[in-house]
């Protein structure tokens, strides 16, 4: 098969505690608005997709990722197409954090032989793109990375290549991470001075996951394709500042230079402040970046984001 296809953005799902689709990161609210932890990601339009009773066993984590890609799906135009031939390719930094500290206290209050079986199943990391190939029929392959920082890059970068081998038709890929009490926990002790202070002080947990559907031929008139996806450490990255950039911080404060750096320039826009610091967070910046272009605001723009250890991904998009 060619390996110069292109690769079309055919549509695009996200959701967060702030809203779903071009709701989801407002630029009037911040992300310290939904730290208290009964402001989760409202699911609740799921059942526009799937029945309630088939819900009743699914986990927030799952239920969020589901979300996000029948919302991709939808823009798409892809809900009734057959989905025999589509891959799934998700990224999330910690998993079902609340499913599996909820396993946790199971096990410590129950003991091993009365441990819940549903928070086990579900805590896996894999266990949201399983729900989603279940629920939309999808029967090609399916794929969880695990990354903090560069995870969307990662399976973004495995789309592409089951795409252009032929392997399937279409490609579910994004992102997906959830808020638990935990997490915001750990946040607060890791922006005190005893703890070194390796996060910044503002930051807060955030939640929400954000899908792209991609394939090789346009399915709508407005399109967007998928240019060139670079992932090196920052210091061979060569940042091109020629059209609008979505950079996603992870709130790290020895990062701090460099974001302060990249964010100084010209039509750049920082989702941290919105999103709070999420493991996934690039794959919301390649929404939002893609959909700036499907909007026809603008013909170009990328997303950029940082691991832990400088590693740097940018992702390109084009008209």
Known sequence: MSQHREIYILGTGIVTPHGEQQNALPVDLVASSITDSSQRTDTSGLTKFIPKRALRRIDHFSRLALHASFLALEDAGLLETDHENMGVALASGYGAAQTSFSFLDSFFNDGDRLASPTY?????????????????????????????????????????????????????????????????????????????????????????????VLGTKPERTTSCVLTDIKIEPYSKQTLQHTCPMFVAPLGLTDQQSIVARITAGENVTNILPVLGSHPSALAFSSVQAVQSILSGAVSEAQAFALDGARNSAVISFSK
């Not at 999808?138 to 920082?149: E, K, L, R, Y």
């Open 120 to 212: 086990f199943s579900s805590g896996l990391h894999n266990a949201a793109s399983a729900y989603i190939a279940m629920q939309t029929k999808a029967q090609g392959p399916n794929i969880c990375t695990s990354n903090i920082g560069l995870g969307p890059a990662y399976s973004l970068a495995t789309a592409v290549h089951w795409l252009k081998t032929g392997i399937v038709d279409y490609v579910l890929v994004g992102g997906v991470d959830e808020h638990c009490q935990v997490l915001e926990h750990c946040v607060n002790r890791f922006q005190s001075a005893e703890e070194g202070a390796c996060l910044l002080p503002d930051v807060v947990a955030g939640e929400g996951a954000a899908f792209l």
